[in-house]
């Protein structure tokens, strides 16, 4: 069974940083992309930023360059760090890994992980 675990959610000023990590119980090369979502109250589940394997990444339109995601593949791991926060950017922050080889046509969700900005 895979698990991914995030860590780095919490509580940020306006302007402020925050990085997001992720990590997926698998096998190293497991997955071909991971990628944060998101889900403020009220709203769709919106895409932030993917990474896949190959590092090729991916940003929500709304990140305007505030946000970068790296990760390692080996691992399967990645992480998000952003700055420059709004309240806008609070939500809860899910990571989302889909698997290769052996996962092959599996999708994974983590619990997510809770981020507020606010003064």
């Known amino acids: 069974q895979v698990v991914l675990e995030e860590s780095g959610g919490g509580l940020a000023q306006p302007g402020g940083s925050l990085t997001l990590s992720c990590a997926a119980s698998?096998?190293?090369?497991?997955?071909?992309?991971m990628a944060w979502y998101r889900q403020a109250p009220g709203k769709q589940r919106e895409l932030v930023a993917s990474?896949?394997?190959?590092?090729?990444?991916n940003y929500g339109d709304f990140v305007k360059g505030r946000f970068t995601v790296s990760g390692d593949s080996a691992k399967n791991t990645l992480y998000l760090r952003m700055i420059g926060l709004t309240s806008e950017d609070t939500a809860v922050y899910y990571c989302?890994?889909?698997?290769?080889?052996?996962?092959?046509?599996?999708?994974?969700w983590g619990q997510g992980t809770q981020v507020t900005v606010s003064s």
């Open positions: 698998a096998r190293p090369y497991s997955m071909y992309l």
């Open positions: 990474r896949t394997d190959g590092g090729t990444s």
């Open positions: 989302y890994a889909e698997g290769q080889k052996t996962l092959r046509g599996r999708s994974y």
